[in-house]
């Protein structure tokens, strides 16, 4: 299980209470049972009632609905907890009550622009469910059931004992409310004392597919992680690197020369290319199109609406590319009201990233978004020899979309073009090499001369007084500098197209249509045998520093795919515990990749 996910909902429950900047937020954070009493030790019960005094003064402090402001409400749902993430979206809010607090209650169909309170009491109104709003934009949720006659106080009752609220009473209410949705909340800090039966809640919820079809993350048998916009931004997400250090048991890649195990997941992988070309054990997917490479997707993580990571075989829905795993990146899709958001990032590596992403309606039933981002900055890997710095980005990215909606047909149509120009990175020695002998243990008779043999250079990224063979972590700190001869190159292009199409046969039956045109073209230069050697002014094939055979290698990886996929669906929504997917997937992928070795070495 992941125990990362749990620091995350602290720290979503901790700043709603706090208070911070708003946000447009997907609401629905959470992660099992299980998971939740992994990450502090304690007694939950003690903590709870500090976090309820702590919430006290935030209730006293949030008095009034953002000084009355007015939005525009269109919520049809009879569903309560769909209604109530409805609500959060259309007023950007943050939603915080326990999910199976609502899940069995009905709400009322609220059209027109209303304040958020006045929202809540035509929506809420006969639920037996009360909602209170603090001046941050934070709803909470309480069932109210009337233990006396009309006009007198009535009791506020959830899975935990709260005191009378009176019912004409709103600050008060208020107060009860937020200490409510503190005491109602699950071991976000538990530890191996809390017991299944004590009838705690969890306090948020995110809403995942991965088994195609809008799910609680609780209430789906697949050990995931999974990330909301929010949370992307809180935690500075930037690329896949994040994100590896996010999810226990994920690894990337090497995106740019497209080498190593490819995408893994509890170790197993499997390489994109090479001799040992073959299916994936990593499936990944952008906006439900299914995509061989992870070049060119979600570039910056910008614009993101979530992403999930399904660690463990995914076959059953994912087919025979996921059997340790699937990842799930979702974009921003365009929305009826009309927002701009402003990415910019400046770090002490001297790497700056531009982002700007803006859209809304064109008409009634059409609507758009654009998403831009720019990232550059100097090399990342610092280079003492001859050659450039390695690891500079130069990307551009761009991806417009146009999307049709009408109360049963939703067409979204997305394309996506990046353009990178950087120099890439590359591997870094781990051990200092024995300099005294002419072979090296390559048995590759082109590559078998020791390249670092009499060389007097150093190995930057190794401690010096390292003995040859050991590992360097154990001699002292390793350090990412190289010390080649050769430039870092790289040129590479990535361009896809996404259809995504819905409709609603009735209230039980829903049709859907994915497509997906992906065209990668990377072309990567860096310098492979590791060394600043060069060659001998009076005899290029002999090195200059000392009288031995030249060997200077230089690795040029080109890397080619085209891929075309189609997928129809009809999904089911019946009463009941049946429900069904079936639907039928092609898939056409061409792919060509070619590593020379420019190899400019003398057998002596």
């Known amino acids: ?191 191996e004392s809390g017991d299944a039966g004590s009838g705690e809640q969890p306090i948020e919820v995110i809403v995942v597919t991965a088994e195609k079809r809008e799910e609680n993350l609780l209430d789906v048998p697949v050990t995931m992680t999974a990330f909301s916009n929010q949370m992307i931004e809180e935690l500075g997400m930037t690329s896949h690197d994040d994100l590896e250090q996010l999810v226990p048991g994920l690894q990337f890649q090497d995106e740019g020369t497209q080498t190593g195990q490819g995408t893994t997941i509890r170790g197993i992988g499997t390489r994109l290319a090479g001799e040992t070309v073959s299916d994936l054990a990593v499936a990944t997917y952008v906006d439900g199109v299914y995509t061989l490479g992870l070049y060119g997707v979600a570039p910056n993580m910008f614009d993101l609406e979530r992403v999930e990571v399904a660690r463990g075989p995914q076959g059953t829905l994912h087919g025979r590319n996921s059997i340790a795993g699937a990842i799930s990146y979702f974009s921003k899709r365009p929305t009826d009201h009309w927002d701009l958001l402003v990415h910019t990032e400046f770090t002490d590596q001297f790497t700056q990233r531009y982002g700007v992403a803006f859209g809304g309606p064109i008409s009634e039933n059409a609507l758009f978004r654009i998403n831009g981002s720019y990232y550059q900055g100097d090399g990342a890997q610092e280079n003492i020899g001859f050659g450039n710095d390695y690891d500079a980005p130069d990307q551009t990215f761009l991806a417009p979309q146009l999307r049709f909606k009408t109360d049963r047909m939703d067409l979204n149509l997305r394309y996506t073009s990046l353009n990178d120009d950087g120099s890439p990175r590359t591997q870094v020695l781990l051990e200092n090499v024995d300099r005294s002998i002419p072979q090296s243990r390559n048995p590759n008779p082109a590559q078998s001369l020791n390249a670092f043999y009499l060389w007097d250079g150093s190995i930057p990224s190794v401690p010096a007084d390292c003995p040859p063979g050991r590992p360097a972590w154990e001699c002292g700190d390793v350090k990412n500098v190289l010390n080649v001869n050769r430039n870092s190159v790289g040129s590479s292009t990535a361009e896809q197209t996404t259809i995504a199409f819905s409709f609603e046969l009735n209230d039980n039956y829903t049709l859907r249509y994915n497509f997906g045109d992906t065209d990668n073209f990377s072309d990567v230069q860096v310098d492979q045998d590791q060394t600043n050697r060069v060659a001998s002014a009076d005899d290029p094939l002999r090195a200059a520093d000392a009288d031995v055979p030249l060997v200077d290698e230089e690795k040029h990886v080109l890397y080619d795919y085209t891929e075309r996929s189609h997928e129809i669906q009809l999904v089911s929504n019946l009463d009941g515990q049946f429900n069904f997917i079936v639907g039928a997937f092609t898939y056409e992928n061409t792919s060509a990749w070619f590593v020379p070795f420019y190899v400019h070495t003398s057998r002596g």
């Open 1 to 191: 299980m992941t125990p990362m996910v749990e620091p995350i909902r602290g720290r979503s429950l901790v700043n709603a209470l706090a208070g911070l900047p708003r946000q447009t937020v997907l609401v629905d954070v959470s992660a099992p049972r299980a998971v939740r009493r992994s990450v502090i030790g304690g007694s939950w019960r003690g903590l709870r009632w500090v976090l309820a005094a702590c919430a006290l003064p935030v209730a006293l402090f949030a008095h009034g609905d953002a000084e009355g402001r007015r939005h525009d409400i269109d919520i049809r749902e009879a569903d309560a907890p769909a209604a109530l993430r409805k609500l959060a979206e259309q007023t950007e809010s943050l939603l915080l009550f326990p999910f199976e607090l609502a899940e069995d209650r009905r709400a009322n169909r609220v059209v027109g622009r209303y304040t958020i309170e006045e929202a809540l009491a035509r929506l809420l109104d006969g639920s037996g469910l009360v909602g209170v709003l603090t001046n941050q934009r934070v709803i909470s949720i309480v069932r109210v059931e009337p233990t006396v006659e009309r006009g007198e106080p009535m009791t506020a009752t959830t899975e935990t004992n709260v005191l009378p609220v009176p019912s004409r009473t709103p600050l008060l209410r208020r107060i009860g409310a937020t200490v409510a949705a503190v005491l109602a909340a699950p071991g976000v800090f538990a530890g």
